[in-house]
């Protein structure tokens, strides 16, 4: 009985060793897979900077952006979250490339050094998604949801209504809002238009520029105007024999958005819907608010979610892509044509967001540069005071426009 016994006990403990073995097997082949899961988001990339004035420590930091940059971009696929913006690569790769800080994580250093004039670094690292996603979805929030202003002439049941309250405006921002888009109040704007005349005029025919884009920046907080003509018929005649009590009515829209920043034409279209009801003025709402609906979108009933029509993606997507490649005017004062090079260079060098700088001229020690900015004038205009500096200036603001600023610099 003994022996039975002690034979049972050596079994059980070679079978418990077998599952214990087994299982050790098991978690390390996890922990491997695992392991290798994680890696998905690891890799090498190699970036290039151009060497300036011998500053090989300034073109080693920007050859590290570069090839983080890189590595960010190679890994987008895997983690990015499909949306109609964000689904455009080469847009998020433009915002990805300005604000790299902390997205790539554990990374370190595998060859380094001069190579024909640029400063050559290959790095290993590893992609932090939520890092990367963060940065999208910020900046699609500060970039891709603009600050409206509609300014919409309408002839509405033969009555011409001037931009400021129109039954159309009313409408779009009621669709649009309901997506979350912001707009300036429509008292602000009838304010506006009645005690700058002559600059909302302008505005309304598209014209923005100088006084008028400080107008509609400074006085509304606008970021782009939506302006144009609509107009609704009547066609109850084609219901003849058909129902002696609907009104038949018809919407004509044709609609352009301008980006107030730069006045560019954002997005353009035109659009027309029937509107059926018993009463004519409700039917003419009707029918503008069908039309709206087929250009800027509507919310589904199944999901509760708005699905951007094409003029409202049109919008997103090249106002994003504005704010990501701005280009905006610095006029300096203070600099001879040296001091201007070496202040030119540092900026395109050292300032995050900066793509390329462009000399515009200059007449004594006063010049103009055209940089192109990945980010709103206020951030370079921050950015620039921040960093004074290291760039090895001293650098005093003193006005701000959308697209424009003025400085003097003195170097130290």
């Known amino acids: 009985m003994k022996s039975k016994s002690l034979v049972l006990m050596i079994v059980l403990c070679f079978a418990a060793a077998i599952v214990s073995c087994g299982g050790g097997s098991t978690s390390k082949q996890m922990k491997k897979e695992s392991s290798k899961k994680e890696c998905e988001l690891c890799g090498e990339a190699t970036g290039y900077a151009q060497i300036f004035d011998n500053d090989n420590s300034l073109a080693r930091d920007r050859a590290i952006d570069d090839a983080m940059n890189k590595l960010v971009g190679s890994k987008l696929g895997t983690f990015v979250q499909g949306s109609s913006v964000v689904e455009d690569f080469a847009l998020v790769s433009s915002i990805v490339e300005a604000k790299t800080t902390g997205m790539v994580r554990n990374w370190k250093v595998l060859k380094e050094g001069p190579q024909e004039g640029s400063f050559v670094v290959t790095i290993y690292g590893e992609v932090y998604p939520q890092a990367v ?3 999208i979805e910020s900046t699609l929030r500060n970039y891709g949801r603009p600050k409206f202003m509609v300014l919409v002439k309408e002839t509405f049941e033969g009555k011409m209504n001037m931009p400021g309250f129109t039954v159309t405006e009313l ?4 669709i649009m809002g309901n997506a979350g888009f912001e ?4 008292a602000m704007t009838q304010q506006l238009m009645q005690r700058d005349r002559a600059k909302m005029q302008m505005a309304v025919n598209g014209q923005v520029a100088g006084d008028v ?3 509609l920046m400074d006085s509304a907080g ?3 105007i939506i302006v144009g003509e609509v107009k609704t018929m009547d066609q109850t005649a084609a219901l003849a024999g058909i129902s002696a009590n609907m009104k038949s009515k018809q919407a004509i829209i044709n609609i352009k958005a301008i980006d107030v920043y730069t006045g560019n034409i954002l997005a353009t279209t035109s659009a027309n819907a029937p509107g059926l009801h018993i009463d004519a003025t409700t039917a003419s709402k009707t029918a503008i608010q069908n039309c709206l609906k087929k250009i800027l979108g509507r919310t589904d009933e199944e ?3 708005f699905q951007s029509g094409p003029f409202m993606n049109q919008i997103t997507k090249k106002f994003l892509k504005s704010a990501t490649e701005r280009m905006i005017t610095i006029n300096v004062t203070g600099l001879d044509f040296t001091e201007l090079t070496k202040f030119r260079n540092e900026i395109q060098n050292r300032v995050r967001g900066v793509k390329k700088v462009y000399s515009r001229g200059q ?4 010049a103009k540069l055209e940089v192109e900015f990945a980010g709103k004038t206020n951030d370079l205009a921050e950015e620039l005071n921040a960093k004074a500096g290291n760039l090895g200036f001293e650098i005093s603001i003193k006005e701000t426009y959308p697209n424009r600023i003025m400085l003097t610099a003195k170097k130290m």
Request: hydrophobic content about 40%; cysteine-free.
């Open 213 to 215: 884009q400080n107008l």
């Open 222 to 224: 606008a970021e782009v």
């Open 363 to 366: 007449t004594g020690r006063a």
């Open 133 to 135: 996603n963060d940065t």
């Open 303 to 305: 999901t509760g979610k």
């Open 171 to 174: 409408t779009m921002m009621d």
């Open 183 to 186: 707009f300036v109040d429509a």
